[in-house]
């Protein structure tokens, strides 16, 4: 009975801990459903993003939704169970709680040069300045097993893309369109004028008007023990391109100075800001909505 109570004592020491070797994964960055929602389940993915910061009729969305999918390899207790007087002595242990992501960023055009190549990490967050990589707190428990779970974080706000590493502090993509016209009628939708090409406002943004960022990030959490579990590392390339979702509807809407009832407004074809699913991202076609005199 000692004998048996002293082995029980061994065993429980070590199974406690979470397996080793590709245990958490993010496995990549998944497209939205019709309805704007992401799913763990889903088979299609994004294989880079889009992330417009100027915004849309006055309307800007602050910062790139990135949405990850993880999965956790870790086995549950039915996969190897332990048994002590015929019971089952093994706790699930492998369940994760996500506490949050480390998270870098650099421009790719450090990288993309010819003559050189790397193992899929071109970089790492250690190197970088301070203002190019921060820890995201998040919240979420993937269940051992094969558990996948969709979660999503906001990244490339204007404080991390005016960091000087990538385009400075003079970066105010909001403003880089003329003063923005907006109507007050209730059929009418708030819109800005086509870019002007000038350097106010570009900081060190190319003039073309796009470019691209390397995200680098991983997973961080505790299993049931409070033991520490980490992710891979997973690369994800965003293309930031200012006004360029100005015109997704079609030609810039004409002004109207004479609305046949003294008013004046408007006339063409605007994003729907409301019903459309992440318009500065590009992950779906957005729906457009007329707009047109009063009479």
Sequence with gaps: MLRQLALFGVFALSACGAE??????????????????????????????????????????????FTMRLVNNMITPSEDPATLFD????SSTNDVNIIGFNMCWDLASNYERYGSANNGT???????????????????????GGGKLAVTVLVLDLEALQAPGIYGSGFFP?????????????????????????????GDFPLTGSDRILLLTQAIGKNQSGDPVSSNWFLFPVDICVGCIINDCGASPTY????????????????????????????????????????
Aim: with cysteine; hydrophobic share 30%; proline share 8%.
């Design 122 to 144: 071109p970089f790492k967050c250690n190197e970088l300045p301070q203002d190019q990589k921060s820890f995201i707190a998040s919240a979420a428990n993937i269940a051992a």
């Design 256 to 295: 109207v100075n004479d609305c046949g009832d003294g008013t004046s407004a408007y006339e063409g074809s605007v994003i729907d800001l409301t019903n459309s699913c992440l318009p500065a991202q590009r992950v779906k076609t957005p729906k457009c909505v007329k707009i047109e005199c009063s009479t």
């Design 174 to 202: 909001a403003a880089i369109a003329e003063a923005p016209k907006q109507t007050t009628s209730t059929n009418q939708l708030p819109f800005s004028l086509p870019l002007t090409v000038s350097t106010n406002y570009w």
């Design 20 to 65: 080793k070797g590709a245990s958490l994964q993010i496995l990549d960055s998944p497209a939205p459903n019709d309805s704007c929602e992401f799913s763990a389940d889903t088979t299609y993915y994004l294989p880079s993003g889009f992330y417009d910061p100027h915004g849309y009729g006055g309307f800007s969305q602050g910062a790139y939704s």
């Design 87 to 90: 019971r089952d002595v093994r």
